[in-house]
């Protein structure tokens, strides 16, 4: 018996091997570009574009306090009026430091994500003003660096924060890093600032730097602390990044290739001043989102 074997002919076997090779070809394509946006993205995001975003967040925020001041709403304690515990990124106070011609919104949280906006208030401490310490912490170079001189601060300079309880008042006592020795403990009643961003390059950060600041004016009431010390996330430490699977950076990154390769497609197709017109665009805002979202898994004080 004899068994008969189809074979393909050569020339459709030719074919399909050329079909395959540019779909190969478009891929590896896409992929390129797709990373080159990345990158030019990454890198516009962290020296100019961040920076603009922190900013525009910033008046934004202003304008929130602003009003809440005046009406009376401001937060004084870890909840708001009815009790529930402050949403992340809500603006909380201003401080103003003359010598380093610094005034930044402060908002409470201190995550990666909130940070992008400015200043956080480290949210297991009490509120500037009150007894206890508090603890503010800010970038030093991304996203407009807010406390990137911090550093400059002497002791007997002096600044305020202003909350829903009024103008407090602070003299700096010292600048420390790690290793260098923590001021006395403070006596009951008394208030302390403490002022946290990054040492080290720019973009690389090595250790964190703290500033003391002493309450030199009459401490606010403080409220019972709903959120105790010590137990905060991971992600709203120093230096932290934020913690489980980033999705937004997922389903951006999954559309950015998707537009590089039919970018690369219609090239060969449309040809290329028709697909500059219209994928350029689409692929600078989608880079620039992956940028975002990639910026945001930095370390909070960087």
Do not use: C
């Amino acid at each position: 018996m004899t068994v008969s074997v189809q074979t393909m002919p050569a020339p459709a076997l030719l074919r399909t091997r050329v079909r395959s090779v540019p779909a190969v070809r478009h891929i590896a394509r896409g992929a390129l570009l797709s990373l080159a946006a990345l990158l030019l993205g990454i890198t516009a995001q962290l020296l100019f574009l961040s920076g603009v975003q922190e900013r525009a967040a910033q008046h934004t925020a202003y304008d929130e306090l602003r009003n809440a001041l005046a009406l009376g709403t401001a937060p004084v304690s870890q909840t708001d009026q009815q009790g529930r515990l402050l949403a992340p990124g809500t603006p909380v106070a201003l401080i103003d430091i003359p010598s380093l011609s610094m005034r930044q919104v402060v908002l409470e949280g201190t995550d990666s994500g909130v940070m992008t906006d400015g200043p956080g208030h480290r949210r297991d401490t009490p509120m500037p003003g009150q007894a206890g310490t508090s603890v503010l912490m800010g970038r030093a170079a991304a996203y407009g660096g807010p406390f990137e001189r911090l550093a400059d601060l002497a002791e007997g300079d002096r600044f305020t924060v202003t909350t829903g309880q009024g103008a407090a008042k602070y003299q700096v006592v010292g600048v420390r890093r790690a290793g260098d020795p923590a001021p006395a403990p403070l006596a009951s009643g008394q208030g302390r600032l403490v002022l946290a961003t990054a040492t080290g390059p720019s973009y690389m950060p090595g250790g964190i730097l703290r500033v003391d600041a002493d309450l030199v004016s009459a401490p606010f009431e403080t409220p019972a602390a709903v959120i105790r010390p010590g137990t905060l996330p991971e992600s709203e430490q120093p230096l932290a990044r934020p913690s489980g699977v980033p999705w937004p950076l997922v389903m951006w990154l999954q559309a950015l290739l998707v537009a590089a390769v039919a970018a690369v497609w219609t090239w060969h197709r449309w040809g290329r001043h028709q697909t500059w017109i219209v994928f350029a665009p689409v692929v600078a805002v989608l880079g620039l989102q992956v940028a975002t979202r990639t910026t945001e898994l930095l370390p909070n004080l960087m």
